[in-house]
């Protein structure tokens, strides 16, 4: 799941191939004036690949807002082969002196374990 680098010539080539069209939106890129993205149609963490049809141009607000929403989805994904692996799920905020918490009570007071 590396990412490769993208040529100028090769984004040149993707933008002619989608006919200057963001594949998000619908809407024209005007490469002159807007700036502009290659963007992954299936994430690379989902699955896709860094070649051919998987790359199409996107305007940059575009991207972003489906980049957001991949992330949404990719946690979940995890969420959810975790849960189906048997893995239990981590609570954020352990109790003070329960087993993960770092803390533990003493005659002394509340100090911090090492």
Request: glycine share 8%; aromatic share 6%; with cysteine.
């Amino acid at each position: 799941m590396t990412r490769r680098h993208i040529s100028a010539k090769e984004r040149l080539s993707i933008f002619t191939a989608a006919h200057g069209v963001c594949h998000i939106c619908g809407g024209k890129i005007d490469a002159g004036r807007e700036a502009w993205e290659v963007e992954h149609v299936l994430p690379l963490n989902m699955g896709g690949d860094d070649f051919g049809a998987n790359l199409q141009p996107a305007h940059v607000s575009c991207h972003r807002r489906k980049s957001k929403a991949d992330a949404v989805n990719d946690a979940k994904a995890k969420r959810q082969r975790q849960r189906t692996a048997g893995i239990p799920r981590q609570s954020r905020n352990p109790l003070p002196g329960s087993k993960r918490s770092n803390w533990k009570r003493t005659f002394s007071g509340w100090e911090k374990r090492k």
